[in-house]
């Protein structure tokens, strides 16, 4: 498979805590994405970092990028129950003028009120 | 505009049998991918069209599925002689095609999937 890998594979804290979230991946690539997936539903875009930046926030979410270690992470501050979810990291490498996506396996979020 | 709209939402077959699946993308988009998720992965790619041309296929992409997407509007697609194994969630996205400046015009925005059960 050419998935990334995500860890933890599950992660479960209590409303107001931290959750912080893993993604390696594999190949060179040109940005990474962040999607939430709620259960039995499609993806939803998160949040978007070049691979010539190394931090970006967005409301509660913080994401890093260390393309030497080829490796992000998604940090969800003052978490909510409705945070519960799970999260995927997706990687864009751009190949022959266009983008190919691999996603990772996903970190199953559960956050207990 | 309602967003990528999937149809049917679940689909329960007998082994054996074709299936078909509609994707209905965001109207102005020219870019539609489908993928595949089974339980507990992440989605893994499976063909992507620009307008109506076909620009890639996965090796994922057996010869008993076909995506079509005629008009280089809605798509479709088919597995034919269903096998259990490709029991999963099967998803389409769909962007703005443009230049890998225009980051954010590359973003996916994914429909519900049509969930599949191949009995």
């Known amino acids: 498979s050419q998935q990334g890998e995500e860890d933890p594979q599950a992660l479960s804290i209590q409303e107001g805590e931290n959750a912080t979230m893993n993604c390696s991946y594999k190949?060179?690539?040109?940005?990474l994405q962040w999607y939430r997936q709620n259960s039995g539903r499609g993806l939803v875009h998160l949040i978007l970092i070049r691979s010539n930046e190394r931090e970006k926030h967005s409301g509660r979410l913080r994401v890093t990028l260390d393309t030497s270690k080829k490796s992000s992470s998604l940090l969800i501050t003052a978490s909510r129950a409705a945070d519960t979810a799970s999260y995927f990291c997706?990687?864009?490498?751009?190949?022959?003028?266009?983008?190919?996506?691999?996603f990772g396996t996903g970190t199953r979020l559960k956050v207990l009120a | 505009d309602t967003g990528v709209s999937q149809n049917p939402r679940h689909k329960i077959t007998k082994r054996g049998q074709n299936v078909t699946f509609r994707c209905d993308p965001i109207s102005e988009h020219n870019r539609l991918y489908w993928y595949r998720q089974t339980l507990g992965q992440g989605p893994e790619f499976l063909t992507y069209f620009q307008n109506e041309a076909q620009l890639e296929k996965s090796r994922l992409l057996s010869d008993r599925f076909s995506a079509e997407r005629p008009k280089g509007s809605f798509s479709t697609l088919e597995i034919q002689r269903t096998e259990q194994g490709d029991s999963a969630m099967y998803l389409c996205?769909?962007?703005?095609?443009?230049?890998?400046?225009?980051?954010?015009?590359?973003?996916?925005?994914f429909g519900a999937g049509t969930r599949l059960s191949v009995l």
């Open positions: 996205a769909s962007s703005l095609a443009a230049g890998p400046v225009e980051l954010a015009k590359n973003i996916q925005y």
């Open positions: 190949t060179s690539i040109n940005n």
């Open positions: 997706a990687t864009a490498s751009l190949t022959s003028g266009t983008y190919k996506y691999i």
